[in-house]
């Protein structure tokens, strides 16, 4: 009972969740990216888009998720990657992230699970990675996922390392992933599902 009230064990036990980073890891075109958990809002099924006219080819148009306009974007578009072929679409998501008060869909391939790592598995990548990547803002180290028979076992498309037996998770800057939904475009979004809702 003591040691449940010492403060120093307090103290520690807060200063070792606060070393730690928890992510949303998800498949989009061959490769593994992360989501900080603390951004996203929710994760839920494709469903019917209502497309908005003049906005960007990413931007696939809105919802209303419990009575909410949200916009959506598509992931492969803002990557420049074709798109998913229909026998690979079943397990398509939106992944709802909150940015500044403001909520976005993300369209991706699929979510395969939700990760707790220290945080000295985050690195920043090198800067030619960066340059490659405006979206990428850091590269995760994860321990390979383990089936229920305790063997290795990781997604199809995770990137490994050899030599330590670690997944790779690109990390991303959800804030620059979804900047061309802001804004004017945002203010576009919401003008046309007013008009449409008059």
């Not at 939700?114 to 990428?136: D, G, I, K, N, Q």
């Not at 994860?142 to 990390?171: C, F, H, Q, Y």
């Not at 900047?179 to 008059?198: C, I, P, R, Y």
């Amino acid at each position: 009972m003591s040691a449940l009230l010492d403060p120093n064990a307090k103290e520690a036990a807060a200063s070792a969740v606060s070393s730690e980073r928890q992510i949303v890891a998800m498949n989009v075109g061959g490769e593994v990216y992360g989501v900080g958990i603390d951004l996203v809002h929710t994760v839920i099924l494709f469903q019917p888009i209502t497309a908005v006219p003049r906005t960007p080819e990413h931007v696939k148009g809105i919802i209303n998720l419990r009575g909410r306009v949200v916009p959506i974007i598509d992931l492969r578009t803002r990557f420049g990657l074709p798109v998913l072929p229909a026998d690979r679409q079943k397990d398509v998501r939106i992944v709802m992230v909150d940015v500044d008060g403001q909520q976005t869909g993300m369209i991706v391939d699929g979510v395969s699970e939700v990760l707790r790592l220290p945080a000295s598995c985050f690195e920043t990548p090198s800067e030619f990675v960066s340059s490659e990547s405006a979206y990428v803002d850091a590269i995760a180290r994860a321990p390979m996922a383990t089936t229920t028979g305790g063997t290795a076992a990781t997604s199809s498309t995770a990137k490994v390392d050899s030599k330590s037996n670690e997944r790779l998770i690109l990390m991303l800057d959800v804030r620059k992933v979804i900047h061309g939904t802001d804004d004017a475009v945002k203010a576009q979004l919401s003008a046309e599902a007013l008009t449409s809702a008059a």
